[in-house]
Structure formats: structure tokens, C-alpha cells
């Protein structure tokens, strides 16, 4: 990994950008820990909208390529439709974004511990692998209480992973200077 930092200025940028952005994303898990239902439904409403905001964008596309087969009309009806349900239906919205949550995790754990294995010279690499493991646990335990425990549990768990998210890359950026 020395090669990323030759510049002395590369390493006070990726030091400094390390520990703004871990601040912020330690501030952002612990309010979602202490808020998870409200956590939760903001995902699903927020996804509601993109949804039903794309679908209209889609729509305009295909009004002004003139293009008069319905099967064009299928991706902006689907994303409308999609996007309406749920904001009309935001329990059940929590517990598909639950599912899609438990792939992020799944990827999140994956990633982690392979990006912890790159690092393994330096100090700080093991925080990577328990991340990454912290993410495979949060996985399983999504996959566990599914669908009834959505409504809270999307909250706190994003919440733990981003507080953890942030400790890893705070920690990362304060010993920058100690590993090289």
C-alpha cells in the first residue's frame, strides 16, 4: 500500500479525509442507533421517492423518443409502481429494503476482510477484518429476523455499521503517520 502514499501530501490529504469522514460517519451510527424506527423509515421513504422520481424521468424519456411500444413503458412503470407502494406501504417497504440491506451486508463483510488482508503490513489492517466480520454477523442476524424485526432493526444495524465504519476509518487516518 505504500506505493498509494509516495507524496508526503497524499498523506496528510488521506490522513486528514480519513478523520473528517470518520467523524461524521461516527456521528451518523450513533444516531441511528438512538433513533433506528425513525432510521428505518427514512430509508424507505427516501427509496419511495428515488423510485417514484426516476419512474417520471423514465417516462419524460420515452414521451420524447417518441417511442410508441409498450414494453418501453414497462422500467418507468415499474419504477412509479415500485416507488408508490412504498411510500403508500412503508412497513412493507422496510422489509424489502431489509433484504436488499442483508446483500450490502454480505458484500460489506466480503470486502472488508479482503481489504483487511491487503493492508496486513500495516497497522490497523486487523480493524478492517473485525469490520468486515462485524458485517458478515449483521448479515446473519438480518437474515435471523426477518421480516418482523425490520422496522427497528434496519435502523440499528446501519447504525452499528456506519459507528463502526467510522471508528475503522478514524483510526486508519490518525495512525497514517506511525505506518509509513
Not at 422500467?75 to 412504498?86: A, N
Not at 490518525?174 to 509509513?180: D, E, G, L, T
Amino acid at each position: 500500500m505504500r506505493q498509494y502514499f509516495e507524496a508526503e501530501g497524499m498523506k496528510k490529504q488521506f490522513k486528514i479525509h480519513s478523520i473528517i469522514a470518520g467523524i461524521l460517519l461516527l456521528i451518523a451510527g450513533i444516531l441511528s442507533i438512538f433513533l433506528p424506527t425513525v432510521t428505518s423509515l427514512t430509508i424507505s421513504f427516501l427509496l419511495g421517492w428515488l423510485l417514484v422520481i426516476s419512474g417520471i424521468i423514465s417516462g419524460y424519456h420515452v414521451i420524447k423518443s417518441y417511442n410508441t411500444k409498450w414494453i418501453s413503458w414497462l422500467k418507468p412503470f415499474l419504477l412509479f409502481f415500485v416507488g408508490l407502494l412504498m411510500l403508500l406501504y412503508p412497513l412493507e417497504g422496510i422489509a424489502a429494503v431489509s433484504l436488499l440491506l442483508i446483500l450490502y451486508f454480505l458484500i460489506d463483510a466480503f470486502a472488508g476482510i479482503v481489504f483487511g488482508l491487503e493492508w496486513s503490513p500495516l497497522k490497523g489492517w486487523a480493524l478492517l477484518i473485525i469490520n468486515g466480520i462485524l458485517s458478515l454477523v449483521l448479515a446473519i442476524i438480518f437474515i435471523i429476523g426477518w421480516p418482523f424485526s425490520s422496522i427497528w432493526l434496519i435502523g440499528l444495524l446501519v447504525g452499528i455499521s456506519l459507528l463502526f465504519d467510522g471508528a475503522t476509518i478514524l483510526m486508519l487516518g490518525i495512525s497514517m503517520k506511525r505506518n509509513f
